[in-house]
């Protein structure tokens, strides 16, 4: 009985612990939903809208019914009589929207008919023999001159296409009516300014994009009244509530499975219409069916994000000191409010404090709606968009006050001392320390050398420039007062017989690795071999509640929940193990889980092992007083706050002179998220965020012409980064934990892609300001870049 | 859709014979057909590489190879790689650098690299990913797959 020869266990959280779900990645074993086969199961396919905007004059799906192999073929007013129109997850008044169009189209790749076949190749067939004939309608494709008088409308009790307009925040606002009630503030610091900054800019429509497209596998079971409905999405237990509600089920009667998922970053939180409608066709013809997206669905059909117009005027003093910023939001929302659509651009609204002491901030929000695919969260969503607006008007000032755009910043920080730091727009600042993240990323950068490179590099004739931004972001999502879904966690932790641990979370990783981190919190927890742990995820017939992965949230709160269950399930089985050591007269305060025993802090020779103490859990005899059997606790974890990470991103971009073409030279990210568990997780959560950062200021851009067609709906149109066109980024971190969870983790998934948008930019704009440019709109094509460049040359306007 | 064409096809060194419609894909013929699901399909325009196998050892897109056009022929999957329990260099390469998040790339990544290092066995940084750039990854920011080709390399050359 005593653990003198036992091998102690290192601890695990800090440490770089290679990922336990690889396996069965890196060997193709794992299971995708578009891996799943039912016997008889039926896919579908969609017949999608091929124009952006009319009203539905014929459809007849009667050749595709009669085809060999096909089992069902609906109209959008057959499937309607099934299902009703879609919920959302916001307060905002929203038109209706149903899963496959009713009687009229309002963007291109919108379903107006659905088809159940034997097979993939049948189902495309048969949509493609529907006949759909329109009576074509005007298409809105820009937000702007949706507003306008004389343009054409979407939706009935909208007037002048607008979703959300005027809809005020920050400094003289009520908060309640989002109106701003007095201007007294604002008017002065104007009026004390010596400089004034002011640039209209977009930050442009996003295509998601994760690798795996979406899908849905669907069995309704007559006999038992029973869904069970296999999605990649983000959030099963979201889906399982919003799925039971369209089928008139209760959740009791529905079981949602999120299975391996290749990748969300935002797009696969709203449960979409395909999902319904498989449920429901499933219903309908007694199979289960399948449902796979392509990729060019995905362009048009998977919600797409960002696109908001922001003008931004920042009023300062000539020693670089804020006074006040304001600005003017239009969101171009799409054709539809999907479950988060009108939500996400208020938190662009809610972020233009940035990291500054800024004693004056307003915003006004307008949300449109037009042709076009509707928009949702992707990776960031809203924030990139607020702190691309406020990172490039700084520095937009720092430029016209002759400033190093590093000292400008650190002038106008909150400072450390100051937190809590409550914000303008009613958001309060968990933790921070923003000149200790610029100093790093300084040193990191070793700026001074970097801008004498640049000038060295201008005198030999080429296009170098340097930029630098800062981010703070809303993270850890959040108290249930300010997620429309509820912003707890669950967890729940079983020690089995025979001492092995199953723990099981709500949130739904899909490439985040919390099987890993989470693991490494209960090995330390109750000092057992990491692989004596499963973590298990992603089924609502598994995990009893939960919310879901989004936000960067699975860590700071899934993880929050895990441990107060782990807490709860620890001290259950010290008071078993203090039963059998009751000779020892051993209380289960004194003692401690040490490397698979549990013995007494400071007499280790007092123990029982792990696995001995679990066994008796489960056969106490006799029952200790006051315990009943087992080992399985849960715990619901709600945050009092948010959480705010933030970073400092420095960027060096060339620009070649006779292309346009843009290159990153180096990118130095300092990001500080708190405490972390395992840091090569997080290194890869920010290479990856940088990565589509960088795609959005470089690449990335959905297009639409005048008649709402779509000109980027495959990988051929629409660029992403690969992997010859980034440097090694360069990272660093800066530790600042938060006092919200008791990990002191604040989340680090979206942090890299919000940085740097504005970083590369900058630096871009820093490179082409000798020409005469203060401001290019993302991404930097070459082509614009080019005329930017020989427009001035033609000027005169070369340096 | 009636008619269908015999094939035989060695995969993974064991020879499959089916009789497939024409327009079968081989991505589809692999993953349906033969349940060998560890190959993606990511685009329909042979732009993500989430597909690559090799065919007669050179790596392909097999999104965009018929499966009528294997018939004969030698096809290696992710799923054929590892040696019983013994990983391939690469996939312990992957999984030490950790060089993949959601995984549905990898696959992939992983044949393609593999392609890339029997043409070049110790290929620098800018190489690998001039060799990796027919594949598209929305997660790692590439960064950690670099790694993973550059460690899978060093453990594949010759002592
Ligand atoms: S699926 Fe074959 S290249 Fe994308
Ligand atoms: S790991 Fe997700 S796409 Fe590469």
């Known amino acids: ?799 | 859709m009636s008619e269908t064409v015999p094939i035989t096809v060695r995969v993974n060194g064991r020879e499959r014979t089916a009789a497939v419609a024409p327009r079968l894909l081989l991505v589809h013929f692999l993953r349906e057909s033969l349940n060998l699901t560890g190959t993606h399909v990511g685009c329909d325009t042979s732009q993500c590489g989430a597909c690559t196998v090799l065919l007669d050892g050179r790596s392909v897109k097999s999104c965009t190879v018929f499966a009528v056009q294997a018939d004969g022929e030698e096809v290696q999957t992710i799923e054929g790689l590892a040696a019983g329990d013994d990983l391939h260099p690469l996939q312990d390469g992957f999984w030490e650098e950790h060089g993949l998040q959601c995984g549905y790339c990898t696959p992939g990544m992983i044949m393609s690299a593999l392609n890339l290092l029997r043409e070049n066995p110790s290929p620098d940084d800018a190489r690998i990913r001039e060799g990796i750039s027919g594949n598209i990854c929305r997660c790692t920011g590439y960064q950690h797959i670099v790694n993973a080709i550059r460690n899978a390399a060093e453990r594949m050359a010759p002592a």
């Open chain 1, 1 to 799: 009985m005593t653990s003198a020869n036992a091998p102690l266990l290192p601890k695990l959280i800090g440490e770089r612990v290679k990922r336990r779900e690889d396996p069965r990645l890196i060997r193709g074993l794992a299971t995708y939903v578009d891996d799943l086969k039912l016997p008889g199961m039926l896919h579908l396919a969609f017949r999608r809208a091929d124009i952006a905007h009319g009203v539905i004059r014929r459809i007849d799906v009667s050749a595709a019914a009669a085809m060999e192999g096909v089992e069902l073929a609906l109209t959008g007013a057959e499937l309607a009589e099934h299902l009703g129109p879609m919920p959302i997850g916001t307060p905002f008044p929203a038109p209706d929207h149903y899963s496959v169009a009713v009687d009229r189209v309002r963007y291109v790749g919108e379903p107006v008919a659905v088809v159940a076949a034997a097979d993939r190749y049948l189902a495309r067939d048969a949509a493609d023999a529907i006949e759909v004939e329109y009576d074509e309608l005007p298409a809105v494709v820009d937000p702007e001159a949706a507003m306008a008088d004389g343009s054409a409308t979407l939706h009935e009790g909208f007037a002048r296409n607008v979703a959300v307009g005027g809809y005020q925040g920050g400094t003289g606002v009520n908060a309640e009516t989002a109106q701003a009630e007095d201007d007294s503030a604002m008017d002065a610091a104007f009026a004390e300014a010596d400089v004034v900054i002011s640039q209209c800019m977009l930050n442009q429509r996003l295509a998601p994009n994760a690798m795996e497209p979406r899908g849905v596998v669907a069995r309704y079971e007559a006999g038992s009244d029973y869904l069970t409905i296999w999605s990649a999405t983000q959030n099963p237990h979201i889906l399982r509530t919003l799925a039971a509600g369209m089928l008139g089920l209760g959740e009791h009667q529905v079981r949602a499975i999120a299975p391996e998922v290749g990748g969300g970053f935002g797009c696969k939180i709203n449960i979409y219409g395909e999902e319904y409608a498989a449920a429901a066709l499933s219903r309908l013809t007694g199979a289960p069916v399948k449902w796979i997206e392509d990729r060019t669905e995905a362009f048009l059909a998977t919600t797409h994000g960002r696109d908001i117009l922001g003008d931004v005027e920042i009023a300062a003093k000539r020693d670089g000191t804020i006074l006040a910023l304001r600005a003017q939001l239009l969101a171009d929302i799409g054709a539809y409010e999907v479950l988060l659509t009108a939500l996400i651009p208020t938190l662009t609204g809610m972020m233009m404090n940035g990291v500054y002491r800024i004693p004056v901030v307003r915003h006004e929000l307008t949300e449109v709606f037009t042709n076009k695919t509707p928009t949702d969260a992707y990776r960031g969503a809203g924030r990139p968009e607020g702190l691309y607006f406020v990172e490039r008007a700084v520095d937009m000032l720092a430029r016209e006050l002759d400033m190093d755009p590093a000292e400008l910043r650190r002038r106008n920080f909150i400072p450390a001392a100051e937190f809590p730091f409550p914000t303008q727009s009613g958001l309060v600042y968990d933790s921070g320390d923003y000149e200790a993240a610029l100093d790093t990323a300084l040193a990191a950068a070793d700026w001074e050398s970097l801008k004498a490179e640049r000038d060295a590099a201008r005198a030999e004739g080429r296009i170098v420039g340097v930029g630098m931004a800062f981010y703070v972001e809303v993270c850890g999502l959040g108290p249930s007062s300010v997620v429309p879904t509820g912003g707890w966690e669950h967890s729940g932790v079983t020690i089995e017989r025979g001492g092995k641990v199953t723990a099981t979370t709500g949130a739904s990783p899909h490439g985040q690795g919390n099987e890993t981190t989470f693991a490494q919190m209960l090995a330390d927890h109750f000092s057992v071999p990491i692989g004596d742990i499963a973590i298990l995820h992603g089924d609502t017939g598994v995990v009893k509640q939960g919310i879901g992965t989004f936000g960067s949230r699975s860590q700071a709160v899934g993880g929050a929940a895990l441990m107060l269950a782990a807490g709860r399930a620890g001290d259950k089985m010290k008071r078993f193990a203090a039963a059998l050591m009751a000779d020892h007269e051993a209380s289960p305060d004194d003692l401690v889980f040490e490397s698979g025993r549990i013995q007494v802090a400071g007499a280790p020779e007092v123990s029982r092992s792990f696995a001995e103490v679990a066994d008796f859990a489960y056969v106490p005899v006799p029952l200790p007083a006051g315990l009943e059997p087992g080992l399985s606790e849960e715990a619901f974890f709600e945050p009092e706050n948010n959480t705010y990470p933030f970073g400092c991103h420095i960027s060096m971009v060339e620009i070649d002179r006779d292309t346009g073409e843009p290159r990153l030279l180096r990118l130095i990210a300092v990001d500080d998220c708190g405490n972390v568990i395992n840091p090569l997780i997080v290194e890869g959560q920010v290479h990856g965020g940088l990565a589509q950062g960088i795609g959005q200021a470089m690449f990335e851009e959905v297009v639409y012409d005048e008649d709402g067609q779509p000109l980027t709906a495959s990988f051929m149109d629409y660029v992403m980064p690969r992997a010859a066109d980034l440097p090694a980024f360069e990272l660093e971190r800066t530790v600042t934990p938060t006092p919200v969870n008791p990990l002191g983790a604040k989340g680090v998934g979206e942090a890299g892609t919000i940085g740097s948008s504005p970083c590369v930019v900058n630096a871009a704009v820093d490179a082409l300001a000798p020409f005469g440019v203060r401001h290019v709109d993302m991404p930097l094509r070459p082509e614009r870049l080019w005329r930017l460049i020989h427009d001035r040359d033609q000027n005169g306007g070369q340096p």
